[in-house]
């Protein structure tokens, strides 16, 4: 074969090497539907479908059988009267509170604050005030109180059901206790040893008076 | 016969083999260059959205926790994107009257979803999976840049194969604290090359993070 025509071939391969680079990415954009992709496949545009209506879910716990744990009512009694449960639904272990702490400064701290005080930065831009969680009138309420206010909404405020999990919700209700408690906190409650210094100080002011 | 060419035609004709073959590979680079430009990978490129929503706004001035919108991030592949509903959330009583929120609202009223333009799109056959990253100690901050300080969303990453292998291939000098994940501005508490290591440990993060079928597949 001659020279030239070696030439002319290295010049094609060349030539068709570089074509690659300009390639257009027809397998980047596949007809399949990813999360949130729109398509002209359903009438109303969305790739992602909602739930048909009279669906009946079958995973575990779909049925909500567990008043207390889905409501955080109790069984209705001989008169059918139902009332928020005294105790939590299951015993809350300390994740669950570290759980419950995460999720309150995600989703509640915003507007109630991050002590529960109620002077979050949204209700600072003009949000209608939302109240202290650690005031004296919801000391006595229940867990199951704050669980059913992130559930169903309370007044103005809307439900954050779909946000957060059940199980969230129990441990943000557990921390709002925790929370409660540590606003209304004496010097009384240090366990001997800890923290001697934070008494001493106490005492200290208690004196200086 | 009388020479057809002068003498200097040798020199011309070896320059234009050489100027040829350094033409083609330069078209070669340039081609190279720029499919890994900004230009082809639309970084820094921000899109005109239906409404205006501002990441600086809501991040980094009033302090919004990414999962109260992206609430899918910690468990799923995709982030998610959030629906009307939860923007209603705080505007159904804030700031009513801006003309921005009337398309929410709108949107609200008719459930007609609001359209947002796709910022980050990975080709298809490419997996990607945000919750074994987040888990992972990866922030926010190391794919998306400074999510706080931007009012409208952009690509602050070139999100090319190279640049994911560039964090594949040595996860240590990347990774957080669980704790951090989600905070902008972070740096390190104590060297990054003595805690990287530990935090990879920690974490059980595996080697091998480049082949091809951890993310082609």
């Known amino acids: 074969m001659s020279r030239s025509k070696w030439g002319a071939r290295a010049l094609l391969l060349l030539v068709a090497l570089l074509l690659v680079t300009g390639c257009g990415q ?8 990813a999360a949130y992709q729109e398509s002209d496949f359903f009438d109303d545009g969305s790739g992602m479908r909602p739930v048909p209506p009279n669906t009946v879910p079958q995973m575990a716990g779909a049925l909500q059988e567990d008043p207390v744990l889905y409501t955080g009512m109790t069984a ?7 009332g928020f449960s005294q105790e939590f639904p299951y015993e809350m272990t300390m994740e669950d509170l570290e759980r419950g702490h995460e999720r309150y400064d995600i989703f509640c701290a ?16 003009g949000y209608i005030p939302a109240p202290s969680l650690v005031q004296q009138r919801l000391l006595e309420q229940p867990g199951a109180y704050f669980y059913n206010a992130i559930t169903n909404g309370f007044g103005r405020m809307p439900s954050y059901a779909p946000q957060i999990s059940v199980t969230d919700r129990w441990a943000i ?4 206790k925790v929370l409660q408690r540590s606003q209304n906190a004496t010097p009384d409650d240090v366990p001997d040893g800890v923290e001697p210094e934070m008494k001493n100080a106490e005492t200290a002011a208690e004196t200086e008076e | 016969m009388a020479q057809l060419f002068p003498r200097s035609a040798n020199t011309m004709a070896r320059l234009s083999i050489f100027g040829g073959l350094f033409t083609v590979l330069l078209l070669f680079g340039l081609g190279f260059m720029l499919t890994r430009s900004p230009v082809a990978t639309r970084e820094g490129d921000q899109r005109v959205q239906p409404v205006q929503f501002s990441h600086k706004h809501h991040v980094g001035d009033i302090g919004i926790d990414c999962r109260y919108c992206h609430t899918s991030v910690e468990d799923s592949a995709s982030a998610g994107i959030p629906p009307t509903s939860t923007c209603m959330n705080c505007h159904s009583q804030l700031f009513t009257n801006s003309v921005e929120l009337e398309k929410v609202v709108n949107s609200w009223e008719t459930g007609e979803p609001l359209e947002w333009v796709r910022v980050h799109d990975l080709a298809d056959y490419v997996y990607f999976n945000h919750s074994i990253h987040v888990r992972n100690g990866i922030g926010c901050e190391s794919c998306h840049g400074r999510v706080d300080e931007m009012p409208l969303m952009m690509k602050a990453e070139p999100l090319t194969m190279e640049w994911c292998l560039e964090c594949h291939r040595n996860p240590e000098n990347f990774v957080r604290p669980l704790e ?4 902008f501005g972070y740096h390190p508490p104590i060297d990054q090359s003595v805690l990287g290591p530990q935090l990879v440990e920690s974490y059980n993060i595996r080697g091998n993070l480049d082949d091809c079928a951890v993310c082609h597949r």
């Open chain 1, 110 to 125: 915003p507007c109630h604050s991050l002590d529960g005080g109620g002077d979050g930065m949204v209700v600072r831009r």
């Open chain 1, 173 to 176: 209700a557990a921390y709002v």
């Open chain 2, 180 to 183: 951090e994940v989600y905070s």
């Open chain 1, 26 to 33: 027809q397998m980047a954009n596949q007809p399949r539907v």
């Open chain 1, 76 to 82: 209705p009694d001989a008169e059918g009267n139902a």
